[in-house]
């Protein structure tokens, strides 16, 4: 019973054991078969593997000078555990704070500079904006004012999709990949609503159901490709490819003149698809009474007037990007950041523009701003981490000498023509991020090899690392590639059959794209001298 206590025995009662001897024992035994068990698992088989390959590492493969050595012996220490995911991939992201130090490659303090830079803070100050959109509903307003653009009478299901893909590309260009794809679904369930249960309805509504569904799931990671800030792809690219000899941080203006019409053609690529799949004859006839402009006028009206919060968000977030735009125009037109003498980052308008939210009053309750900081517990600190370990990486790699070594190990490719090289880094990155492990995770282990690459087929080594790291966003098959397909799953509407019949010619599309606009667009946007190639 509740309160009431088992007798101890006293200090004077020596003889009396202090559990009962049988219990004692069979408690022992079960210990003991409960530890072997927790001991002998295939996780902590990954834990071990890790040390395991930097011990064999140091004992049996030398490399000249001796730091190069032991910084191969950490590298693969760090990616064994987060390509098994041994242990969480943030907890593996702090391993070159104490690894690095330990082995001599670098100092406590220069190791951890890396995990605080520029761009760490442009993540931080757009993650903070993006939160806030999502507190005061921005996206749902956004979806539907840009799908009444496409929404014709009578329905159009093609144009319909095409308004939807714009909506939820602009969203993913400045907000992170799973953030937009949990919103954008919502929006989209709420259009699938309004049709009859899935078990009453046409084929033609049940294909404009899955049509809707994967615009949602491949939409995202598109218009994540366009912006700087868009996916954390694009951070780890620009901040590792700033850690090189020749290599300087890529600007916003950079990546989004580059960007932006990859992945439009994308878009366009993937609209095509899905409209010729999914899209029978037949199919706006079925629809016509369920979806429409009356329809989405009344979602629009339920929203309310738009209040004094949601427009405070909306003018800081396109200062944000006029700022973004304007701190430096080109390399030969400066911005507004010269009147700082280049000391202002994209991180310190992202950061600033952040702390605005914290100042101004959200006009709804006396004292109240427009964030408080309980709404950013959902901030990504296992991204701010796995930069700081791509970037630490990255750093150890050219001071121990371990990019020598590497450039003498792919001499064999010096002699393979760049438009053959292309398309292959590029399958190769998009599959290892199918089967093996996350983008984010892919492109900071497979950068400093795409640069020695590039640097052995004496190419500009942007020529590579910004087609193979963009290509890992490319994980369109499995619904475990990424949360937005996983997202995409939960919903009832796809299998892993439309994944594939969507994916397959999407991920070609997208490779083609790359390897066409990189030599092209990309030598010209990036300044790289063709000459090198």
């Not at 902590?44 to 493969?61: D, E, R």
């Not at 190990?409 to 398309?423: E, G, K, S, T």
Request: net charge neutral; aromatic share 10%; with cysteine.
């Amino acid at each position: 019973m509740i309160g009431e206590q088992t007798p101890l025995p006293t200090s004077d009662d020596h003889g009396a054991p202090l559990l009962p001897i049988q219990e004692a024992m069979e408690g022992t035994r079960s210990t003991v078969s409960f530890t072997m068990k927790s001991i002998l698992t295939l996780q902590n088989f990954y834990v071990l593997l890790g040390p395991f390959f930097t011990l064999v590492i140091c004992l049996f493969v030398k490399l000249e000078p001796p730091s190069s050595q032991k910084m191969l012996g950490v590298a693969a220490w760090v990616f064994t555990w987060w390509i098994t995911q041994a242990v969480p991939l943030p907890v593996t992201s702090l391993c070159p704070l104490f690894l690095f130090p330990i082995f001599g490659i670098a100092s406590a303090d220069s190791v951890a500079h890396s995990y605080m830079n520029d761009l760490v803070t442009l993540i931080l100050g757009s993650f903070i904006l993006a939160l806030a959109v999502e507190r005061y509903n921005l996206h749902r307003r956004l979806a539907l004012n840009v799908t009444l653009l496409f929404c014709t009478d009578p329905l159009n299901p093609a144009l319909l999709l095409l308004g939807l893909c714009a909506t939820i590309f602009l969203v993913s260009m400045w907000m992170l990949n799973v953030p937009t794809s949990v919103m954008m679904m919502s929006v989209a369930m709420g259009m699938l609503q309004r049709l009859p249960p899935m078990e009453e309805q046409s084929e033609e509504m049940r294909k404009f159901c899955k049509a809707v569904v994967l615009t949602v799931v491949y939409a995202t990671p598109i218009g994540g490709m366009s912006t700087l800030t868009g996916t954390a792809v694009n951070l780890i690219i620009s901040g590792m490819w700033s850690l090189f000899p020749e290599g300087k941080a890529i600007s916003f203006n950079t990546w989004l003149l580059f960007g932006f019409p990859a992945a439009l053609l994308l878009l366009i690529c993937f609209w095509c698809i899905i409209c010729l799949l999914y899209l029978p004859k037949g199919t706006s006839p079925a629809l016509s009474s369920y979806l429409g402009k009356v329809h989405l006028r009344r979602d629009l009206q339920d929203l309310g007037p738009t209040t004094f919060a949601e427009k405070m968000v909306m003018s800081i977030s396109g200062l944000l990007i006029i700022l973004w735009m304007t701190r430096k125009i080109t390399d030969d037109i400066p911005g507004w950041g010269v009147l700082f003498h280049g000391l202002v980052g994209d991180g310190s308008v992202s950061v600033m523009v952040a702390v605005l939210l914290f100042i101004i009053p959200n006009m709804k309750r006396e004292g109240e701003k427009l964030m408080s900081w309980n709404d950013c517990k959902k901030l990504p600190w296992n991204l701010v981490l796995l930069f700081g370990a791509g970037f630490a990486i990255a750093d150890g790699v050219q001071s121990s000498g371990l990019a020598d070594f590497l450039s003498g190990f792919f001499n064999c490719l010096q002699d393979i023509p760049y438009i053959a090289i292309v398309p292959a880094v590029c399958v190769i990155c998009s599959i290892i991020t199918e089967f093996i492990t996350s983008s984010a995770a892919t492109v900071t282990l497979l950068v400093p090899l795409l640069y020695q690459i590039a640097i052995t087929m004496h190419v500009h080594p942007l020529m590579l690392i910004i087609p193979g790291g963009i290509a890992t966003e490319f994980a369109f098959w499995l619904p475990t590639s990424t949360p937005s397909n996983a997202v995409g799953i939960a919903t009832g509407h796809i299998d892993i059959k439309d994944m594939f019949k969507v994916g397959v010619p999407l991920k070609v599309a997208g490779i083609i794209v790359l390897s066409l606009l990189m030599p092209s667009l990309g030598t010209i946007v990036f300044g790289i001298n063709n000459d090198t190639q």
